[in-house]
T-cell receptor, first 113, second 117 residues
Framework: TQLLEQSPQFLSIQEGENLTVYCNSSSVFSSLQWYRQEPGEGPVLLVTVVTGGEVKKLKRLTFQFGDARKDRSLHITAAQPGDTGLYLCAGAGSGGSNYKLTFGKGTLLTVNP | DTGVSQDPRHKITKRGQNVTFRCDPISEHNRLYWYRQTLGQGPEFLTYFQNEAQLEKSRLLSDRFSAERPKGSFSTLEIQRTEQGDSAMYLC???????????????FGNGTRLTVT
């Protein structure tokens, strides 16, 4: 069974601070996706990273995929209250099972004004 | 793109009753998924359709659960003889087929929250 461990589980910070959340696994996934979920809504895709060592930037968000394609992180610069939500990492299987995503438990981020 | 829609948004039922949820995916998406999410957890995979064919069903899905996608468009998820442990958010998602083995990004609906009393 492929598992994804996210840390920290909860994070409460003040507006303007920087933060990093981590998502690690003992297995290799064909790709890694990050989603953000607000209360009462479904997860919304933020980014997909495929290549080991890949770094993608999305405004104040920086996503990094480790060289071994097992560890990954999400860094947010100058957090804003609108960044509040549950951040989920998900890994896709390889080959014929690449449709199947395994999710971590998520990091619940609260950004206080 | 009207997004993935799910109905109902909330369902409260008594233990032992049957419930059915509906999902309408994005129209051009041939892949449809059901996930279940409980408080403090990420979504857990339940089942997957490619067009009308159900290609995988998780061991989490007991015999009381059945899902259909009869014409390769909308899907239904039925739970028979509900139990309190079935209380959760049931999420539907759809995607297109992605080549290259990178995995298809999922477009989720806003879920059906089931409460079994």
């Amino acid at each position: 069974t492929q598992l994804l461990e996210q840390s920290p589980q909860f994070l409460s910070i003040q507006e303007g601070e920087n933060l990093t959340v981590y998502c690690n696994s003992s297995s290799v996934f064909s790709s890694l996706q990050w989603y953000r979920q607000e209360p009462g809504e479904g997860p919304v895709l933020l980014v997909t990273v495929v290549t080991g060592g890949e770094v993608k930037k999305l405004k104040r968000l920086t996503f990094q995929f480790g060289d071994a394609r097992k560890d990954r992180s999400l860094h947010i610069t100058a957090a804003q209250p609108g960044d509040t939500g549950l951040y989920l990492c998900a890994g896709a299987g390889s080959g014929g099972s690449n449709y199947k995503l395994t999710f971590g438990k998520g990091t619940l981020l609260t950004v206080n004004p | 793109d009207t997004g993935v829609s799910q109905d109902p948004r909330h369902k409260i039922t008594k233990r032992g009753q049957n419930v059915t949820f509906r999902c309408d995916p994005i129209s051009e998406h041939n892949r449809l998924y059901w996930y279940r999410q409980t408080l403090g957890q990420g979504p857990e995979f339940l089942t997957y359709f490619q067009n009308e064919a159900q290609l995988e069903k998780s061991r989490l899905l007991s015999d009381r659960f059945s899902a259909e996608r009869p014409k390769g468009s909308f899907s239904t998820l039925e739970i028979q003889r509900t139990e309190q442990g079935d209380s959760a958010m049931y999420l539907c998602a759809s995607s297109t087929h992605e080549t290259g083995g990178a995995g298809s990004p999922l477009h989720f609906g806003n879920g059906t929250r089931l409460t079994v009393t």
